[in-house]
């Protein structure tokens, strides 16, 4: 059964959401701004805080949902070839730039091989 909203439901529905984004995000800098020294327990898990956001980007490029026929998994090969290489990149020589470049070169040279 499809249930149609009205556009002013929809609407409500997008600033409803913006509005408790906004609010997450702002009672954080409030809390945060206001503390004189963090806990070491919070400031251990910070720092963790761009690597899951990295990993939360790149997973889904490399591994997409399929339902055709079945429901699984499709691994994106050329795009975890780029990867590893990037990662490889990164680790030996600490240079944004170098492993961007880097990883583009490969992704684009295996997508036009194969």
């Given at each position: 059964m499809?249930?149609?909203?009205?556009?002013?439901?929809i609407w409500m529905i997008f600033i409803a959401i913006g509005i408790g984004t906004y609010g997450?995000?702002?009672?954080?800098?409030?809390?945060?701004?206001?503390?004189e020294d963090l806990p070491p327990q919070f400031s251990g898990m910070l720092r963790f805080i761009p690597a899951t956001v990295l990993a939360a980007l790149i997973a889904p490029t490399l591994a997409v949902l399929?339902?055709?026929p079945?429901?699984?998994l499709d691994v994106a090969y050329t795009r975890?070839?780029?990867c590893l290489v990037?990662?490889?990149?990164?680790?030996?020589?600490?240079?944004?730039?170098?492993?961007?470049?880097?990883?583009l070169v490969v992704l684009w040279g295996v997508q036009a091989v194969v």
């Amino acid at each position: 059964m499809m249930t149609e909203y009205e556009l002013r439901t929809i609407w409500m529905i997008f600033i409803a959401i913006g509005i408790g984004t906004y609010g997450l995000r702002l009672s954080f800098i409030l809390v945060v701004g206001r503390m004189e020294d963090l806990p070491p327990q919070f400031s251990g898990m910070l720092r963790f805080i761009p690597a899951t956001v990295l990993a939360a980007l790149i997973a889904p490029t490399l591994a997409v949902l399929s339902v055709d026929p079945g429901v699984g998994l499709d691994v994106a090969y050329t795009r975890v070839v780029a990867c590893l290489v990037a990662v490889g990149i990164a680790w030996r020589t600490e240079n944004v730039l170098a492993t961007i470049c880097g990883g583009l070169v490969v992704l684009w040279g295996v997508q036009a091989v194969v």
